[in-house]
């Protein structure tokens, strides 16, 4: 685990929706990182498919619920 410096608009953005979302502040954060990550990767596909991709590794137990 390491420190990651961001801003302080940044950290209120991340601090906003990760109420919003009822995840922690580092969960939001990491949540945006892994979304960021796989919108990189994979820039044909909508946030609607990188949103069902990330469910399906994090939680394969859930595969059928995010079938299209």
Do not use: C
Request: hydrophobic share 40%; no cysteine; net charge negative.
């Amino acid at each position: 685990m390491g420190i990651v410096k961001i801003s302080e608009d940044l950290h209120d953005e991340i601090r906003r929706a990760s109420s919003a979302m009822a995840r922690s502040i580092n969960a939001q954060a990491e949540f945006w990182v892994r979304i960021g990550m796989l919108a990189e990767l994979n820039p044909e596909l909508s946030y609607n498919q990188l949103s069902k991709r990330l469910l399906r590794t994090q939680a394969p137990s859930l595969e059928e619920l995010t079938r299209e």
